[in-house]
């Protein structure tokens, strides 16, 4: 590991949106239990931008999975917010992923027939919810994409498109946004779009980002990275650039 890399250790602080302790994941397979994760222990600060990045099978997916209350871990504690999700049964973990949590993911998962501010009030109307106009216009403006308010998804380039997902993570003012890959669909431009965007979430309204991504070059926006090798925290670096992820990842995947 290069002399860039430190330890990762958990803090209690106050200030911090995301705690994972010690957490474990195991699945049963016919060939034998696999530890995607293996005792880990870290902490997301409210406001940050965090990348996380590891080889092929490294369990950074799984660990944006079980950060999310997508999926429970074998053992160990994940709080967000405050709110320890341990006991919480599906119903008052679904309430918390809606009212706290937003998603971005590669595949945009928009509707065709659905105009941009639809794509980002459906989820309030699946829920039963009241849409607040005020909200979903707010949340599209954030992504610069007001004016596309009345466009539908196949009139918009790939970078909106996957700016109107991102409006919709945003819409319920969630305290951490997921992103996985959110970038993996879009050409150069486009994609810097998008990263840029997450930035300024982050640096101007004190939005919470996690983002997995096997890109260095996507990474290097981020304030740190988080580097995990078989199923566990390996290190971080702190706003390194493409070069010094991609000398850190060569040194991972030896």
């Known amino acids: 590991m290069t002399q860039t890399l430190q330890p990762v250790a958990a803090t209690a602080d106050t200030t911090i949106a995301i705690a994972l302790d010690g957490i474990t994941r ?10 995607a994760l293996r005792g880990v ?20 997916s799984t660990l944006l999975q079980v950060a999310a209350g997508l999926d429970r871990p074998t053992r160990g504690h994940v709080t967000i917010g405050g709110t320890p999700l341990t006991g919480l049964n599906e119903t008052r973990l679904t ?36 849409v607040d106009r005020a909200a979903v216009l707010g949340a599209l403006e954030q992504v610069g994409l007001r004016d ?9 380039s ?9 409006a919709r993570a945003l819409h319920t003012r969630p305290a951490v946004l997921f992103a ?7 050409d150069r431009s ?13 640096d101007d309204q ?24 078989d199923g566990q925290v390996v290190g971080r670096l702190q706003h390194g650039d493409a070069a010094q992820i991609a000398a850190a990842m060569s040194e991972l995947e030896r």
């Open 190 to 202: 486009s994609g810097r779009q998008v990263l840029e965007l997450l930035r300024s979430l982050s």
């Open 95 to 130: 309430q918390l992923r809606r009212t706290s949590m937003g998603f971005v993911f590669q595949a945009y998962n928009l509707l065709d027939a659905l105009t941009a501010y639809d794509n980002v009030a459906l989820p309030a109307r699946l829920a039963g919810q009241r």
């Open 206 to 229: 004190d939005q919470t980002v996690v983002m997995v991504t096997h890109d260095p070059l996507a990474a290097s926006y981020a304030h740190g990275v988080l580097f995990l090798a």
């Open 41 to 60: 222990t870290h902490a997301f600060p409210r406001g940050s931008f965090t990348a996380v990045m590891g080889p092929s099978g490294s369990g950074k």
């Open 180 to 186: 996985d890959e959110p970038t993996g669909a879009l």
């Open 26 to 35: 195991t699945y049963r397979s016919r060939s034998g239990d696999v530890h």
């Open 148 to 156: 596309l308010a009345k466009r539908r998804p196949p009139e918009l």
């Open 158 to 166: 790939g970078g909106q498109q996957q700016r109107v997902a991102i």
